[in-house]
């Protein structure tokens, strides 16, 4: 008889119990992550309006693969943090007009959500009532909500379809979690005079083609024919303010800006002048503020100092 | 037995289990060693009976390289831009396989400009009918699930309508190919078996907005037939198209500027963002094609890179002015 001293036996014991957990644990989660998505798919098929119902199942795309959804586009949402995508599809019956396609951007937060509405908004659009960032075009619904991108499609621009996305919309933004706020106080600092209703952008990165201009909201601005765009931007204190706006200074430069005198003294060493365009860059404490291709010098300069006065306040 | 002796017969058990431990570990060890690769999966699968893609072009005629019909019918539109390159005849003859390759990128309906339109479609299948064409595949590998793509497009339905077969994407009519001088395209899969069997090709696209390469037309339309995980391409986007415009060589490319998506391509989503420019160009020259299609999207030649790279590569000439485009208004 071969005997074991029960030292290792316990020993053997111990080990194989703590694998048998192991696995348990990994089958469980799995199971867990498998329920998970499935609760998923109710939620957004329950939200189908009155006379649709779910046309499709849900499709979920993370980075890996959002270009199997919207190939080419799909830079424009990785590249501004895109986590994942849900589309559902709604449909009234076999008639093919009365379908409409819901797509569920979760962008993380609340400004990058902000920045891939903004950088894809309509122009001569309607703003969608009860929404603060959102609008509509004839076929189409488009908001912004918290850390959500949304975009409710429709294969026709009948009325009763455009109801039946109005009453999705309404359904989808009541359960979309905002954490309060927008997240988004800096459109607050930009002056309202002038301002061309719904042109804020925020740019993630790569605005105005410079790769290290990130985080920047940006404005149109029009008086008369003169048009112009401001930019502003909150970095994490005053150095990182004054880093960017060098780089940016001289990615300008580098790329043929010259240095031209400021009609106002506060803004000496701040305006070049870009191939007749007048662009400014001013550090000011923790905010990058800007001017980017106005036509009159007088104007970009007169609206940075408005700015740089608001963000006193 | 001892308590010495006992304790040995232990310790001897204890080695023996820790040996066969030890020789089963390193026995998964070197498994697990001659099975590891160390260069990871190859972006590329291996050389194994490459294919080379037909010539389907056809003679060339003076005069007759591209056409442009303004009008709203896309029907008429079409009809007319091949009517003015010597008719369909010159392209598709009595017995041929003509294979159809339309932008089918995405699973939308036709109102929102994203793939080609299904009557251009459907228009240009039943002049390869009128032709006598012995059969017509109409095919692609589109980006979103394959079935409802045909299907929610409406391209499905016009080639059924006009008695054209549709080749899916199954993964076995694929085969590897590699472009010569190509920098991308090597041992790389594309959707081959339909184009094997043809004797003609024609490529069908709208003239659309790309948010990568600046537009998507007829040179772009080629994305389709390659497989694999194509979207690595996306990094040198306008290498990739012109490689694809110096691999395929069309009898014929239609590229369909009635309505143009303008913003937000390559899918768009909402009827604003199409804008109306009633042009139907038919062409022998890819290049030329899309060159002259640019300024519908407000763009300049030089605006589109991949436009240059494919002139340079000899695959057409972005100075379609020297072609002497045929153009008309149709009725």
Known sequence: MVLVPARSRRLESVISILILFVLAFIAVSLVAMQFETQGVDLELAALAPAGFEAASAVERYEAGNLYEKINGKAPLYTESGFLKLDTIRFAAGDDEELTMEMYLFDMGTARRAFSVYSMQKRADTQPLEGMEFGYRTSNGLYFARGKYYVELVGYSERPELMEAMEELARKLAAGLHTDGGTGLAEIDSLPHEDKVAGSVTFYVASAFGCEGLTEIFTCTYKSGTEEMTAFLSRRSGNAEAAKMAQMYRDFLIENGAKPKKAMNGMLEGKVLDFYGYIEIVVPAGSYLVGVHEAQSQEAAEKLVLKILDGLKE | ?331
């Open chain 2, 1 to 331: 037995m001892t308590e010495k002796a006992k304790d040995k017969l232990g310790r001897r058990e204890l080695l023996a289990r820790a040996a066969k431990a030890g020789l089963a570990i390193a026995a998964a060890g070197a498994v697990a060693y001659t099975a590891y690769d160390k260069d990871g999966p190859s972006a590329y699968p291996q050389d194994e009976g490459l294919v080379t893609l037909p010539d389907f072009s056809v003679p060339a005629q003076a005069e007759k390289v591209m056409s442009v019909v303004n009008g709203a019918d896309r029907k008429q539109t079409v009809g007319k831009a091949v009517e003015l390159l010597g008719g369909i005849e010159r392209f598709v003859k009595a017995g041929d396989v003509v294979a159809i390759k339309p932008n089918v990128a995405f699973a939308t309906p036709a109102m929102l400009g994203a793939t080609a339109n299904p009557e251009v479609v459907g228009e240009v299948c039943r002049l390869c009918v009128k032709a006598g064409a012995k059969r017509i595949v109409v095919m692609d590998n589109p980006i979103n699930d394959p079935a409802s793509c045909f299907t929610i497009s409406g391209i499905g339905k016009a080639a059924n309508d006009a008695a054209a077969d549709i080749a899916m994407p199954r993964d076995h009519l694929f085969r590897n190919t590699s472009l010569a001088g190509g920098k991308l395209i090597r041992n790389w899969p594309v959707f081959f078996e339909p184009l094997a069997g043809a004797d003609k090709l024609i490529g069908i696209a709208p003239v659309k907005h790309h948010h990568r390469s600046g537009a998507s037309m007829t040179m772009k339309n080629w994305y389709g037939l390659l497989g694999g995980r194509r979207n690595i391409f996306h990094q040198d986007i306008n290498t990739i198209i012109a490689e694809l415009a110096m691999m395929v060589k069309p009898s014929l490319v239609i590229l369909d500027g009635t309505e143009v998506m303008m913003t937000n391509g390559p899918t768009g989503g909402s009827k604003s963002d199409l804008k109306r420019a009633d042009t139907m160009i038919a062409s022998c020259d890819m290049v030329a094609a899309d060159s002259y299609a640019a300024q519908l999207l407000g763009l300049k030649v030089t605006d589109l890179p991949y436009l240059t790279k494919a002139q340079d590569a000899g695959a057409g000439t972005t100075d379609y002015q020297s072609l002497k485009p045929v153009q008309t208004r149709s009725s």
